[in-house]
Every structure is written in C-alpha cells, then in structure tokens.
C-alpha cells in the first residue's frame, strides 16, 4: 500500500508552493525560510481546524464524497457469488470479478486507489457489510489529524537563542561556487512536457504584420515603404 501515487501525477511537492513563493525566491536566504515557516503554520493551522471539526469515519472530499457517488453507481449493478472469496460484478456488458481476501478488482481502480470502487461497493451491498471496511488507513479522519497534529513554532529573536559553545567556536564558510556571468535566472526551468514557452510563443503578435507567433525582430515580411510625394 505505501509507495502507490494513487491518481496524483507529480509527486515533487516543491511544484505545490512554487508559485506561491515566487516573490519570497527573491529575498535573502533567512527570510526566505521565515515565509516557508509561516505558510507551514498558516496551512497546518487551517488543515487542523477543518480535521477537527469533520464527524464523518472518512475523510469529506477525497473519502465520503467519493463513495456517496459509487453507492449509487453501485445501485444498478448485479452481484453474482462465485465462492465465499470471490464474486463477479455484472454491469451491462461488463463483467469486473472482485477477490475479497486479496482486496483485488479486474478494474484495478481499487487497487490504485486503496478505497472501495463501484464493484467492491456492490459487493458489501450484497453481503450487508459496511463500504467503509474496504478502505485504506489514510483515508481515515485518525490519519488526517495526525498528519496536522505537530505544532510548528516561530524562530524566537536571536537575541533569546541559546547555543552551545561547541557550536559557537565553529567557523562556517559560504561554499565555493562559481558565479555565472549574465543576469541570474527567476524563472525555474520547466519539466519535460511542458510548453510554456510555445505557449507564450503562440500568444505573441507582431506589430509590423499582424501575425501570430512572432514580434517584429524576427518577422521575415517585406517592410511596406511610405509613399513619397
């Protein structure tokens, strides 16, 4: 169960606050770090509250509200028992065989996802068990609150800190780099697949004919001369 990505497509969680520190990037490393902090705290403090005040077993958007929807997909589908593990899910023209002790379904949306699909949810129809049985720990309100459940604190003033004196006598040096000539970079360098730069391209209209795609520097039309009387 733990490594699966599930249906999230990026598991870089840089890529989640990027855009939100993108004023923050420019400003020295110290208080770079003190916005991280506080947009930690903001966003613990939020994710904490809205735990605490949920009274379902799962959690509301990503656990009950998925399985209300499959409940009533589930409605229109037959169950047919092959043995006491085993049970084949006929929906139309189509036939899903579900293993209860492997917690498998030939649709591969439980496996995937860790939480009951329309056949699993068919099945505890059929057999008068509670849906929420077939489902992965994370998905539980007791998980959600213990992701949020460490506080995370302000760095004090420097003026309060207490350091040792093992760490005061050492002497840290800045790394030895190498510094580029040319303007530094602000943007970050998009991944493979992306096309923001095409994007950008494809918006851009030249002032000198009107096309789409380029800007009068790199427009190879004929430049129109003005009448001379």
């Not at 350091?163 to 040319?182: F, R, T, W």
Request: net charge positive; hydrophobic share 35%; charged share 25%.
């Amino acid at each position: 169960m733990d490594g699966h990505r599930y249906n999230v497509m990026t598991t870089n969680i840089g890529e989640s606050i990027n855009s939100i520190l993108q004023f923050a990037r420019m400003l020295p490393v110290v208080q770079l770090i003190d916005e991280i902090i506080n947009l930690l705290v903001k966003w613990f403090s939020k994710r904490r509250e809205l735990a605490l005040k949920c009274t379902s077993t799962l959690c509301p958007e990503f656990g009950n509200k998925k399985l209300r929807n499959r409940l009533e997909d589930a409605s229109r589908k037959n169950v047919v028992k092959l043995n006491h593990i085993e049970y084949n899910v006929v929906d139309g023209d189509m036939d899903n065989l579900v293993h209860f002790t492997n917690n498998t379904c030939s649709c591969m949306k439980f496996q995937h996802e860790q939480l009951s699909c329309k056949c699993v949810v068919a099945v505890c129809r059929f057999l008068k068990l509670n849906i929420y049985s077939k489902r992965s720990r994370y998905y539980t309100k007791k998980t959600w609150l213990d992701a949020y459940f460490e506080f995370i604190y302000l760095v004090q003033p420097q003026e309060i800190w207490v350091i040792p004196e093992d760490v005061q006598s050492q002497v840290v040096l800045p790394p030895i780099a190498k510094v580029m000539s040319g303007r530094q970079k602000n943007q970050r360098i998009s991944s493979q697949g992306e096309s923001t730069v095409r994007r950008k391209c494809l918006r851009r209209r030249c002032s000198m004919c009107g096309d789409i795609g380029h800007n009068k520097s790199t427009c190879k039309e004929h430049v129109p001369l003005a009448n001379v009387s």
